[in-house]
């Protein structure tokens, strides 16, 4: 693999290896049974410190298009994802979860003329079947709504993936703004709603805040910034293959932090898994990678790291 690849691949992997932490904050730090407060908390407060680390706000269609995609990705992925998490067994939720690469690859071949080859469906069926081992129990008892915000969590994810990487960033923007007026939009879509539903913010301790600020800064601000720039850089099939990596590091946070015991098949489940999602990055070479972002000297190149991606050309108009 290409050096570049390598490292892109290795930084956007580290967006679903962060979000293997949510069951395990959400569980155990934040206020139970607020799936849309958390949401909004998550979002919002992330959002509005980028807007005001970039100063910048969309202009023109990116108004609206910024606002699809904060619905896709945050305002409705967050509180149907919370809602699983509150309702489901952790275990069935990230296996319902787990099939975000089969609707990527349905929804890249309609949108982005990405045609799904018998391996992307072989690998995404096996990446499915890995994370079932790993953490489905048979005493995980069935729900159905939980089940169905499951479902629709992954779908909207995978739609918002899809539609992020079809329209590109505007001129002069780069993915830590995107990233700021998607959270911004997604937030302020989920708080009428949270305020409706569940009614005025709970009682917060220092514990709460605590898994809060890790939520917000850690766990969305940084790692979505990332997920992001990992989406104009890959093929949107290739992204959502290192989403198996989110329940392969809730497993291991599960075993490390609370003491629960790996079985020998769910050691299995992770090797399968962990291949999965492996194999969903062959095939894309350094000049697939080359052709999705436009080329810049070193000079630019090193500058637009160093200042987190900021501003930089658009990976399409």
Not at 113 to 131: D, F, H, M, Q
Request: without cysteine.
């Amino acid at each position: 693999m290409h050096r570049n690849r390598l490292t892109t691949v290795a930084l956007t992997a580290l967006a679903p290896v962060s979000w293997g932490s949510t069951y395990f904050v959400t569980t155990q730090f934040l206020p139970a049974d607020r799936p849309l407060f958390t949401g909004m908390m998550r979002a919002l407060p992330a959002g509005l410190a980028l807007l005001a680390l970039t100063r910048r706000l969309p202009r023109g269609d990116w108004w609206w298009k910024s606002v699809v995609l904060g619905a896709l990705n945050i305002g409705a992925f967050f509180p149907l994802l919370f809602l699983s998490a509150y309702r489901l067994p952790g275990g069935m939720a990230a296996v319902i979860g787990s099939v975000g690469p089969l609707w990527v690859a349905g929804l890249a071949a309609l949108f982005l003329g990405e045609k799904p080859t018998l391996r992307t469906l072989l690998t995404g069926i096996a990446a499915a079947l890995g994370v079932s081992l790993v953490v489905l129990k048979a005493a995980g008892s069935f729900d159905a709504i939980g089940v169905i915000a499951a479902l629709g969590s992954s779908a909207s994810m995978s739609a918002g993936t899809v539609f992020t990487k079809r329209w590109g960033r505007p001129e002069g923007a780069g993915p830590l703004i995107l990233t700021g007026w998607q959270l911004t939009a997604g937030g302020l879509l989920i708080a009428p709603v949270a305020f409706f539903v569940e009614g005025a913010p709970p009682a917060l301790d220092g514990r709460d805040i605590a898994g809060y600020l890790y939520l917000a800064l850690v766990n969305t601000a940084v790692a979505y910034w990332l997920w992001f720039r990992g989406i104009g850089r890959m093929t949107a099939t290739s992204v959502t293959f290192l989403g198996p990596l989110s329940p392969l590091t809730a497993a291991v946070i599960g075993w490390a932090a609370l003491g629960q015991a790996l079985a020998p098949v769910q050691l299995l489940g992770m090797a399968i898994a962990f291949g999965a999602t492996l194999a969903g990055q062959i095939g894309t070479g350094p000049k697939k990678l080359v052709e999705e972002i436009v080329p810049f000297s070193s000079t630019e190149g090193n500058a637009a790291e160093l200042s987190m991606d900021v501003t930089s050309t658009p990976v399409r108009r």
